[in-house]
């Protein structure tokens, strides 16, 4: 569908066991623990927050908004964010997530310090923006899946924008561009990456957002880690990908 040239289909096969693989051992590691270092992760981290302190240097109090996009592993991304958080010398810090809460227990149980910001549910969708920007305020730091196809909010209507993916009109969610122009904040997006038993990422420059090209800066991103990394794409295989949107 996308006219990617895949050297290992196995591999694009087996994605979905592969990450349900690795959230349980994470998940589980760290409850029969208490707490585990995964320095691969933890390496994620430090890159991370040293672009993060360069961007506060570059432009002191210019908020950021840290985007994973959806490789590999949901409960990978979150120990990578509670890593940057602890990086940075925060108390707490803001995740806006899809993903159900509590898959295999308690999730805030075991991470207190992620405060995970779910879009499911009415409860949980009311005030949702204001919730980010109270983030932003407080820390300077929160953080936003802005890869996240149009498809997977299907029960609520979610607001988009246009862009260009993979040669063909498509549209991408729209939050992350109106409030980071709200907040003139910058976007910071990466993926995960898991061969061989090791986990590595790929950091892309940082995008402001209040620019004009934003979403399309955003969509090519998205283009350049889906060829360079599509056997890991938690998305992968969804047939409507970004080709459908409700008007709002």
């Known amino acids: 569908m996308l006219k990617l040239s895949l050297p290992n289909q196995g591999r694009v096969a087996a994605g979905r066991f592969r990450e349900r693989l ?67 010398g925060l108390e707490s810090i803001a995740v806006v997530s899809g993903v159900p809460r509590d898959l295999y227990g308690d999730d805030h149980a075991l991470i207190p310090g992620v405060n995970v910001l779910y879009t499911y549910g009415e409860d949980d969708r009311n005030g949702l923006g204001l919730r980010v920007a109270r983030a932003l305020r407080r820390s300077g730091v929160a953080v936003l899946f802005a890869d996240v196809p149009p498809f997977a909010l299907h029960r609520y209507p979610m607001e988009t924008v246009s862009v260009s993916l993979f040669g063909r009109n498509a549209r991408i969610h729209n939050g992350v561009f109106r409030l980071g122009a709200q907040f003139n904040a910058t976007l910071l997006p990466f993926y995960l990456r898991f061969e061989r038993g090791r986990f590595g990422a790929e950091i892309f420059d940082p995008i402001p957002l209040d620019a004009s090209g934003a979403p399309q800066h955003v969509a090519r991103y998205i283009e350049a880690a889906a060829a360079d990394n599509y056997a890991d794409w938690l998305v992968a295989g969804h047939p409507s990908m970004y080709s459908f949107a409700a008007n709002r």
Do not use: C, M, T
């Open 22 to 88: 690795i959230d349980q051992r994470i998940y589980f590691g760290r409850l029969s623990r208490g707490s585990e270092a995964w320095p691969d992760l933890q390496h994620v981290a430090r890159a991370l927050a040293r672009k993060i302190a360069q961007l506060r240097a570059d432009e002191p109090g210019r908020p950021v908004i840290v985007s994973p996009f959806h490789y590999v592993s949901q409960y990978a991304n979150i120990y990578v964010i509670d890593e940057l958080r602890a990086q940075l």
